[in-house]
């Protein structure tokens, strides 16, 4: 199931997520590699969405070593939790580790939707997840990007950016945030 030569020493094959079916329930784990080659492994995910109180979301753009969506502009962190790991814990150790925002920056870290999509990226991979979408409130918006993770950040102001999202198309941004955006109907 490997998609070119030098894929099985690719980070991702060292890793495993949790698969599960099309309701979120754990159907054991699979490599990880394997979950984003071929025609894909539905598995868990998250995408984390922080807002400052202003209302703007922070983006963060995938850094360009990324092996799928390289460079697009993603929502604040998205990845997969381990094994005996919630979502919202995962979230915690991404935001640290991709972006060292510390959980005392914020308070209010919780799931506000979860949906299915599978999507090929170019000749790559493909993503075939069930994503949970985290939100919270930045009060102290300090970060310090880790760079081979993140290739840039921008505050964009959400509303207009959820109202307008033609006006960003030239961001390319990850289909997995697209979706969620889309689904997001703010009270």
């Known amino acids: ?66 092996r799928l969506w390289d460079t697009f502009w993603d929502g ?7 094994e005996g790991q919630s979502q919202v814990e995962a979230a915690t150790v991404r935001l640290e580790e991709e972006l060292g925002i510390e959980p005392d920056q914020y308070d209010d870290l919780r799931v506000t939707d979860r949906f299915e999509y599978k999507r090929y990226y170019e000749n790559a991979g493909v993503e075939h997840e069930v994503c949970a979408v985290l939100q919270a409130t930045l009060a102290d918006t300090e970060i310090d990007p880790d760079p081979e993770e993140v290739g840039g950040v921008m505050w964009v102001p959400y509303e207009r ?26 009270e």
Not at 25 to 52: C, E, P, S, Y
Not at 76 to 82: F, I, M, N
Not at 164 to 182: D, G, V
Request: hydrophobic share 35%.
């Open 1 to 66: 199931m490997m998609t070119g030569q030098g894929d099985a020493d690719h980070e991702n094959a060292m890793q495993d997520v949790i698969a599960v079916d099309a309701d979120d329930n754990k159907q054991g784990m699979v490599n990880r590699l394997d979950a984003h080659t071929g025609d894909g492994i539905r598995h868990r995910a998250f995408t984390t969405l922080l807002f400052d109180e202003q209302g703007r979301i922070l983006l963060a753009q995938r850094s360009p070593d990324k």
């Open 76 to 82: 604040t962190v998205a990845s997969h939790p381990v």
């Open 161 to 186: 950016l959820h109202e307008n999202p033609q006006w960003y198309r030239q961001l390319r941004l990850c289909p997995w945030f697209e979706i969620a955006m889309r689904r997001d109907v703010r």
